[in-house]
């Protein structure tokens, strides 16, 4: 559980990170910017975004899994992390131990 909550952490401030860089460059251009998923992937390392690519294109649920993946990387560069971050920390989270059974008196 610990793992998962280090990974929400830190996909939590990557994804600040990067909302706040799209937060400057929208105050810099007076208008709203945001960096793509596909353009962060691409800076951050171009082969295996060609990889994924070519593994989408190539999918056996082609006709479902491209134009999704596709649409993917046009989405702000921020919202994977933010939502992987959420999904991480709501896996692992510290379950309470106490059992409630029905009719009893509190």
Known sequence: ??????AAYILLIAGFILLVLDGMRSIAADALVFTPLGQVWFNLNPDSLAAFQAWSAAAPLKSLIHPVAEQALYAPGWLLPLV?????????????HE?????EVE
């Open 1 to 6: 559980m610990v793992i998962f909550r280090a």
């Open 84 to 96: 992987l971050s959420f999904l991480l920390a709501l896996i692992g989270r510290q379950r309470s």
């Open 99 to 103: 059992r409630q059974w029905i009719g």
